[in-house]
């Protein structure tokens, strides 16, 4: 009996998967509607903390899991919660994952908690993580909400991979830790300062503004 | 902490300043600095819940190390901060509700500003006592004001200008940005 309903389940969770709306949750938050190019949030750890792909990389997966926590929360306790006080439950239920990521990591590494320093701690005011769960987890049922989190995650930790990256592999000749420029390139010191951040995540931005650009003179040429 | 009082607002409001060299407060300084008006009273409202934040920052921390539960600081943070917002907000009704109208959608959005999280939870790191907390909160909050009115001059000079589709929008303003905060780089002799 218990065999059958989980095969149940399985199939049906399958099948979602395959032609519908899980699917489409899932990509969208990876492309068309990234977090960072697209719709601009989260703007403090992208720039913070992506002097290096590692450090990176580590705060995009810190994010991945207090992102999908609190939407998986959120939208199952969605009709628990009153209208008036929404705001303050959500802050309190991203606080609390926050808190349990922050120990998590610190546990782990110590090197990488004290290289995030109080940033980890910050995840909680990044409107990312409160906006999904005002527009989407609050509305969604679970299972979407667990999709659109792990898309919107994963496309957040893509676009500071895409910093980490360039701005590791100009400002140090490394690429997590490992020297992929020859000894003789003259390191860039200003990728690694807080100006590079800024001009890394603008020339990014102009790529894409420049793709879109291209892609709709196509269109309308057609 | 042996440093100096001057030295630590000079340290919060231009060495290291909130804004362009820790990232905090990014969200504000890219969307409200379109206009010069809305910066300055943006900067003033954020100054104001800053330095009341940090002083109740400050006895929380003393009331959780007596009770010993450390784990509670992140959450008891940003309650305090969420209500201090809320009866900041209601305070400004009552007193003057003409500020309260020039402030209108700003107010509450101060809640998710990270600079004030930040400016609490780095004044915790640093050990700071209550005279100290409350001048690096005046020099943060200085700091964050200048950098949204630096911005935002510098923005309506920029709306004459001739600017590449390509440029418009977000990316221009980082670019900005970035000068600004290489420009701020230069203070970074005053620490001596």
Known sequence: M?????EKKKGGFFESLQNGPATDEFIKGLWRENPVFVQVLGMCPTLAVTNSAENALAMGLATLFVLIMSNL?????????PKQVRIATYILIIA????????????YSLDLHKALGAFIALIVVNCLILGRAEAFASKNTVSKSFWDALGMGL????????????????????????????????????MILPGGGLFTLAIWLLVFNGAKERKAKKARAL | MNDSLWFIFINASLINNFVLAYFLGICPFLGVSGKLETASRMGGAVTFVMIIASMSAYGIHALLITINAPFLQLISYIVVIASTVQLVEMFIKKISPGLFRALGIFLPLITTNCAILGLALFQTNKGYGFLESFVYALGAGAGFTLALILMAGLREQLDLADIPNVAKGTALTLLIAGILSLSFMGFAGLGG
């Not at chain 1, 609390?96 to 546990?107: K, M, R």
């Not at chain 1, 930790?157 to 020859?182: D, H, K, N, S, W």
């Open chain 1, 73 to 81: 929360l959120v939208s199952s306790l969605r009709n628990f919660i």
């Open chain 1, 155 to 190: 496309g957040f930790t893509f676009a500071l991979l895409c910093l980490g990256v360039v701005r590791e592999i100009f400002g140090t000749g490394t690429l997590f830790g490992f020297p992929v420029l020859p000894g003789s390139f003259q390191s860039w010191i200003i």
């Open chain 1, 2 to 6: 218990e065999i059958q309903t989980t």
């Open chain 1, 96 to 107: 609390t994952c926050v808190t349990v990521a922050d120990y998590a990591i610190q546990a």
